[in-house]
């Protein structure tokens, strides 16, 4: 049986740049066309929009905020 994108929660957008996934706990994941992850977040669209302003930079009327947040990690005091 041959399955869909659509079917498997998956799609690309901006000529391949970014594709978009829904994972196994039902979040939404974009990568960049090299495979790494850009962001995630459980609205599709709010993932693609995201994805966008780090890919190609703050969009007009948006504030952004850089963060690096590691699962497991300890903040240093």
């Given amino acids: 049986m041959n399955l869909m994108n659509e ?5 690309t957008h901006d000529n391949g740049d970014i594709s ?9 994941e974009a ?8 962001c995630s977040g459980l609205n599709k669209d709010s993932v693609l929009f995201r ?3 780090h890919l ?8 952004t905020v850089v963060t690096s947040v ?3 990690s ?4």
């Fill in 7 to 11: 079917q498997l929660g998956f799609e």
């Fill in 20 to 28: 978009l996934f829904k994972t196994i706990a039902g979040t939404w």
């Fill in 31 to 38: 990568k960049d066309k090299n495979g790494q992850g850009i």
């Fill in 51 to 53: 994805a966008r302003n």
């Fill in 56 to 63: 190609w930079g703050p969009l007009a009327g948006v504030t």
């Fill in 70 to 72: 590691r699962l497991g």
């Fill in 74 to 77: 300890v903040p240093k005091l």
